[in-house]
């Protein structure tokens, strides 16, 4: 007999993870607009919850009016099953302890993370030549952070033609970048700010300080990828005229099918490797 998985909430990429999940699962959706009610649902053996669900007290439903409260979310999973989500928080962990729930994070997933940085780096590409008017080849890139997301952003933007400067606190980072071929320099270094057509930053703190933002160019582009509180400080951008953008959720905006299905194969992996102990 087939499992039963439900997945609760999400934007598209969820919706497209339910579909490829019905082919191993007897999958259920709520949060979504062809969803059943929810006293129809019975309690299932997998719960599969969208990115980032736990940053606040209410999942992330933005395709449907109701909100769901994060912890009543778990009175659907039949105890000792598995729970799946982005970014799930230590207290939500000790409920899932309570019902003897398995907990698999998607963001402590490295095959899964590696994948969605690369579709992050081609969201990033939509957004820079939609909001700059300019070809990224033969411009000058600014990567701020050398993690996955800043190696994924660095790499197609130089596949692109862009001469890329990575700019990392980490002299390891440095000499990594180096050693691929990118331009380095300190983090927020201000000679090579004066230079960026565009800032990619990766950061999840604010290093992007007025100070900083004075050596850009007035038509400097900023894209900022990171996670909140975001590194650029954003009114002393718009004070100086400088368009700065934050872009969440990325791979769920641009690619949110191949996002959706890298999500059912973490998944389908992890289940297969929980039956035969792998």
Known sequence: MKKTLLVMGGDRRMEYAAEALASV?????????????IWELKQTDILVLPYLSLSGEYLN?????????????????????????????????????????????????EELTL????????GAVEIILRETDSSIKNSEVMILGFGRVGKACAGLMAALGASVTVSARSLSAREDASRLGYNECDLCDPEALKHADTIINTVPRVILEKENLLCLKKDSFILDLASKPYGTDFEAAKELGIKA??????????APKTAGYMIADMIIRTEKEGETGG
């Open 115 to 122: 994948k969605n940085a690369d579709l992050t780096a081609e």
């Open 25 to 37: 699962f007897d999958v259920y959706t709520y949060g979504f607009a062809a969803s059943p009610p």
């Open 245 to 254: 953008l934050t872009a969440p959720g990325l791979p769920g905006k641009t």
């Open 61 to 109: 439903t933005p395709l449907i009016s109701q909100k769901i409260p994060a912890v009543a979310s778990l009175d659907m999973l039949k105890f000792g099953g598995s729970v799946y989500g982005g970014g799930l928080s230590q207290s939500f962990a000790t409920y899932c302890s309570e019902r003897d729930a398995r907990i698999h994070d998607f963001f402590l997933d």
